[in-house]
């Protein structure tokens, strides 16, 4: 069964600054998906980013980026310029293609940004 | 428009009662889920139902049961709620889970109380 790890059960940042987020999974899959979710206090689940595994470019979305290393199975989460809007507890969950959309996830990192 | 939506955001309840949460989406997908959220923020996947057929169905009690009218609905009846139920619970649809993968857009939540 996959597995994901987020190491980190909280941590915070200065507005502004960047902060990276942890995510370590463990598979013995070749290709497959990752992604990171935020969820604010407002509970609502919003994708941020995601990552083909044949993919080796680091996947972008605006100030979201991601450090994808395969051999090590990290695929971890930058963000730059962080706003008070990026406060929340972040998922990063891993899924198979052709499993039926079969979604796991870590057990999440609470990220504070601090004015 | 709400894309997904769940009723109610919030239940409380004594033990032993039986409740119903209800969740429609209105994108038209195929696949819907839900996912419990416990008190440590993990979240993992309950049901998953395509086309009013159940096609991913985790470990959880029996006294849980997905009922789907139709594919637009599908909501999730518990009996002789525990107070381990409590939980935020949250339902997800998606395109029809076609390979390799399809993104689940989540709903709000319902946070579930039992006393």
């Known amino acids: 069964a996959q597995t994901v790890t987020q190491s980190q059960p909280e941590m915070s940042v200065q507005e502004a600054e960047t902060v990276t987020l942890s995510c370590t999974y463990d598979?013995?899959?070749?290709?497959?998906?990752l992604f990171w979710y935020k969820q604010p206090p407002s509970r609502q689940m919003i994708l941020v980013i995601r990552?083909?595994?044949?993919?080796?470019q680091n996947a972008t979305e605006n100030r979201f980026s991601v450090n994808f290393q395969k051999a090590a199975k990290s695929f971890s989460l930058k963000i730059s310029d962080s706003q008070l809007g990026d406060t929340a507890m972040y998922f990063c969950a891993f899924m198979k293609p052709y499993n039926n959309n079969d979604m796991r996830f870590g057990a999440g990192t609470r990220l504070t940004v601090k004015p | 428009d709400t894309a997904v939506s769940q009723t109610p955001k919030y239940l409380v309840t004594q033990m032993g009662n039986d409740k119903s949460i209800k969740c429609e989406q209105n994108?038209?997908?195929?696949?819907m889920y839900w996912y419990k959220q416990d008190s440590k923020k993990f979240l993992k996947i309950m049901f998953s139902?395509?086309?009013?057929?159940?096609?991913i169905n985790e470990t959880v009690p029996n006294r849980f049961s997905p009922k789907s009218p139709d594919k637009a609905h599908l909501n999730l009846h518990i009996n002789s709620l525990e107070l381990g139920d409590s939980a935020v619970y949250f339902c997800?649809?998606?395109?029809?889970?076609?390979?390799?993968?399809?993104?689940?857009?989540f709903g709000p939540g319902t946070r579930l109380t039992v006393l």
């Open positions: 997800a649809s998606s395109q029809e889970a076609a390979p390799p993968y399809n993104e689940q857009f």
């Open positions: 994108l038209g997908h195929d696949t």
């Open positions: 990552q083909e595994a044949y993919k080796q």
């Open positions: 598979t013995s899959e070749s290709n497959y998906y």
């Open positions: 139902y395509n086309n009013k057929e159940l096609i």
